[in-house]
């Protein structure tokens, strides 16, 4: 027929016997239908998975919250094509890279000696003796003089030439060979047990030392994922945390492909929502975080409707005790209100705990504890096949210097229970005194600041209520204090140390001073018709005031970056 194409005869034989041959059941037609059935179930799968997620996403934070989370990521992902934009790029560049060089220049100083390749011969004893002595008189903050918030938590001479001694003693000390060091192995295990005493472990429980806090976090965030893939089959693990929570949970969450749900902590006790943790929790759910304190506040969540919580729903419960360490302990002891908050609350599964803040143990030792051995194991590392012979370690460090574990074990041993609670009868008072001086003693300071929530321990934050808060850091950065400035909201914290208990007032005095500095200025600035200052920024704002209001924080990740960068540049 014109106008039409015909089928070629064995192209339509062939056609034809094929559809009689599938008709019979033949192979193909067979795979055939195997391959539609295989689409299918996995087209079943994906919507069945995805249909999950929407409905945990829908529990957990509501038609409302699911409503603002999905407008915040929209929000912030436009304004990033936004920031890469060529013009907008290249003036972002350009005040990171201003930024950044403000930084190094604080940090590198410009007439100092540097010494970039090795010295052709070494040089005599004597020589390094009197540099050493030059890198540690460099312009700083005086520590020594209380006036730096946390980093040193003792500092008294007489422990510090006894940890000396006893770094000596183990320089050459690794825990990794327990038979050639079986002095340094003895004492890592003492120091693990009067820890765990210390937090009123059961019978069968058990911990490990490491290097810091975050190595601690790390390893229990192991562990619990661990634990979820081995007993539950977990392969996509979630775990939910007060947005306070210490940052190293975060970072567990990127290093183990852990997902991580933020919690509200809302004013006015800023403690963790556990309601909305419930709503949280699903089968893919392997961990509760707790903190005692937080970094932020210092304020201790509560750890025991989370316990209740993690029982109810046979969820491990980590809680983190790092910043509280030797003083939360004490608490009760020395007359102080306290919280529940270890493992005499049956939902806690571990705690993390830093000998080397309020433990007075030099920098670099830590504990992370668990409810049961089999707990521990979960964060053990073996390899049976490996040709150096079989390998196993604790933790992710291999090789450990065993001189700190000598200097932890030696200051645990100097210091002892009544040394502890001396500290923190001296501690915990004088952050009690700093907190009425803030909120009832000073007219001045009692009008402007605000303490945020009920700090328990010896960390406090506060906020302004009319002027801008990075100016009072700024203000007291200038007379030689070393603060913590805070965002969301937008405060400054001070977390009181043995060094501190002796000029906590001249703290008070200053802080006081600067407010009112503060307020005279906006006064001016009302008089001569400027009108106030406003939400105007300071200098120490440059990570926490305009950068970090953005809607994406990528320009606040370059600066950090190139932070960074800068510690490293000789």
Same mark, same amino acid.
């Given at each position: 027929?014109?106008g039409t194409?015909?089928?070629?005869?064995?192209?339509?034989?062939? $056609?034809?016997?094929?559809?009689?041959?599938?008709?019979?059941?033949?192979?193909?037609?067979?795979?055939?239908?195997?391959?539609?059935?295989?689409?299918?179930?996995?087209?079943?799968?994906?919507?069945?998975?995805?249909t @999950?997620?929407?409905?945990?996403?829908?529990?957990?934070?509501?038609?409302?919250?699911?409503?603002?989370?999905?407008?915040?990521?929209?929000? @912030?992902i &436009?304004?990033?094509?936004?920031?890469?934009?060529?013009?907008?790029?290249?003036?972002?560049?350009?005040?990171?890279?201003?930024?950044v060089?403000?930084?190094?220049?604080?940090?590198?100083?410009?007439?100092?000696t @540097?010494?970039?390749?090795?010295?052709?011969?070494g040089?005599d004893? *004597?020589?390094?003796?009197?540099e050493?002595?030059?890198?540690?008189?460099?312009?700083h903050?005086?520590?020594?003089?209380?006036?730096? /918030?946390?980093?040193?938590?003792?500092?008294?001479?007489?422990?510090?030439k006894?940890?000396?001694e006893?770094?000596?003693? $183990?320089?050459?000390?690794?825990?990794?060979?327990?038979?050639?060091?079986?002095?340094?192995?003895?004492m890592?295990?003492?120091?693990?047990?009067?820890?765990?005493?210390?937090?009123?472990?059961?019978a069968?429980?058990?911990?490990?030392?490491?290097?810091?806090?975050t190595?601690?976090?790390?390893? =229990?965030?192991? +562990? =619990?994922?661990?634990?979820?893939?081995?007993?539950?089959?977990?392969?996509?693990?979630?775990?939910?945390?007060?947005?306070?929570?210490?940052?190293?949970?975060?970072?567990?969450?990127?290093y183990?492909?852990i997902?991580?749900? &933020?919690?509200a902590?809302?004013?006015?006790?800023?403690?963790a929502?556990?309601?909305?943790?419930?709503?949280?929790?699903n089968s893919?759910?392997?961990?509760?975080?707790g /903190?005692?304190?937080? %970094?932020?506040?210092g304020?201790?969540?509560?750890? =025991?409707?989370?316990?209740?919580?993690?029982?109810?729903?046979?969820?491990?419960?980590?809680?983190?005790?790092?910043?509280?360490s030797?003083?939360?302990?004490?608490?009760?002891?020395?007359?102080?209100?306290?919280?529940?908050?270890? %493992? @005499?609350?049956k939902?806690?599964?571990?705690?993390?705990?830093?000998?080397?803040?309020?433990?007075f143990?030099p920098?670099?030792?830590?504990?992370?504890?668990?409810?049961?051995?089999?707990?521990? /194991?979960?964060?053990?590392?073996?390899?049976? =096949?490996?040709?150096?012979?079989?390998? #196993?370690?604790?933790?992710?460090a291999? +090789?450990?210097?065993?001189?700190?574990i000598?200097?932890c074990?030696?200051?645990?041993?100097?210091?002892?229970?009544?040394?502890?609670?001396?500290?923190?009868?001296?501690?915990?008072?004088?952050?009690?005194? &700093?907190?009425a001086?803030?909120?009832?003693?000073?007219?001045?300071l009692?009008?402007?600041?605000?303490?945020?929530?009920?700090? &328990?321990v010896?960390v406090? #934050? %506060?906020?302004?209520k009319?002027?801008?808060?990075?100016?009072?850091? *700024?203000?007291?950065?200038?007379?030689?204090?070393?603060?913590?400035?805070?965002?969301?909201?937008?405060?400054?914290?001070?977390?009181?140390?043995l060094?501190?208990?002796?000029?906590?007032?001249?703290?008070?005095?200053?802080?006081?001073?600067?407010?009112?500095?503060?307020?005279?200025?906006?006064r001016?600035?009302?008089?001569?018709?400027?009108?106030?200052?406003?939400?105007?920024?300071?200098?120490s704002?440059?990570l926490?005031?305009? #950068?970090?209001s953005?809607p994406n924080?990528?320009?606040?990740?370059?600066?950090?970056?190139?932070?960074? *960068?800068?510690?490293?540049?000789?």
């Amino acid at each position: 027929m014109p106008g039409t194409s015909r089928m070629p005869v064995s192209l339509r034989e062939g $056609f034809n016997n094929v559809r009689n041959r599938s008709r019979a059941g033949s192979p193909l037609a067979l795979g055939m239908l195997n391959l539609d059935l295989a689409r299918n179930l996995i087209f079943f799968l994906f919507v069945l998975r995805w249909t @999950r997620r929407v409905l945990w996403k829908l529990k957990g934070r509501g038609l409302i919250g699911t409503i603002v989370e999905l407008y915040v990521d929209l929000r @912030r992902i &436009l304004y990033g094509y936004f920031l890469r934009m060529p013009g907008v790029r290249n003036q972002v560049k350009k005040q990171v890279d201003e930024a950044v060089g403000k930084l190094q220049t604080k940090l590198v100083p410009l007439n100092a000696t @540097r010494y970039l390749t090795l010295p052709k011969e070494g040089w005599d004893q *004597d020589a390094i003796r009197k540099e050493l002595q030059t890198l540690a008189d460099m312009d700083h903050t005086r520590w020594e003089d209380g006036f730096v /918030s946390g980093a040193v938590y003792h500092g008294e001479d007489e422990l510090l030439k006894l940890q000396t001694e006893a770094y000596g003693k $183990f320089t050459v000390a690794n825990p990794i060979h327990p038979d050639v060091f079986p002095g340094v192995r003895k004492m890592e295990a003492e120091v693990v047990a009067m820890v765990l005493g210390l937090f009123n472990a059961p019978a069968g429980a058990a911990g490990v030392s490491t290097s810091g806090g975050t190595e601690s976090i790390l390893m =229990a965030c192991l +562990s =619990a994922r661990q634990k979820a893939y081995v007993e539950r089959g977990v392969t996509e693990p979630e775990m939910i945390l007060p947005e306070t929570a210490h940052v190293a949970f975060r970072k567990a969450g990127l290093y183990f492909k852990i997902k991580t749900h &933020l919690v509200a902590c809302p004013a006015p006790t800023y403690q963790a929502d556990t309601r909305a943790i419930a709503r949280l929790i699903n089968s893919n759910t392997i961990l509760l975080v707790g /903190s005692a304190p937080n %970094f932020p506040h210092g304020i201790i969540d509560d750890i =025991a409707a989370l316990s209740k919580l993690a029982v109810k729903k046979s969820v491990p419960l980590h809680v983190d005790c790092c910043l509280g360490s030797f003083l939360v302990p004490f608490l009760s002891r020395a007359g102080f209100e306290t919280q529940p908050f270890d %493992f @005499r609350l049956k939902g806690v599964t571990s705690i993390s705990c830093d000998t080397h803040k309020y433990g007075f143990a030099p920098k670099g030792n830590s504990t992370v504890l668990y409810r049961t051995q089999q707990l521990r /194991s979960y964060q053990y590392y073996v390899d049976p =096949a490996w040709s150096g012979g079989v390998y #196993a370690s604790p933790g992710i460090a291999g +090789s450990r210097p065993g001189a700190l574990i000598a200097g932890c074990w030696a200051s645990l041993m100097s210091t002892g229970e009544d040394g502890y609670l001396q500290s923190c009868i001296e501690i915990v008072g004088a952050t009690k005194k &700093l907190i009425a001086h803030i909120t009832t003693t000073s007219p001045v300071l009692a009008q402007e600041l605000e303490i945020l929530g009920n700090p &328990l321990v010896s960390v406090i #934050a %506060f906020k302004s209520k009319t002027l801008n808060i990075y100016d009072i850091a *700024d203000g007291m950065s200038a007379k030689g204090w070393h603060l913590n400035a805070l965002q969301n909201p937008p405060a400054i914290h001070v977390a009181l140390t043995l060094p501190i208990v002796k000029v906590w007032e001249k703290l008070a005095a200053d802080l006081e001073a600067v407010v009112e500095q503060e307020k005279e200025k906006e006064r001016a600035r009302v008089a001569e018709g400027k009108g106030a200052k406003g939400k105007e920024v300071g200098d120490s704002a440059a990570l926490y005031g305009v #950068a970090g209001s953005l809607p994406n924080k990528s320009v606040v990740v370059e600066l950090a970056r190139g932070f960074l *960068d800068i510690l490293y540049k000789a």
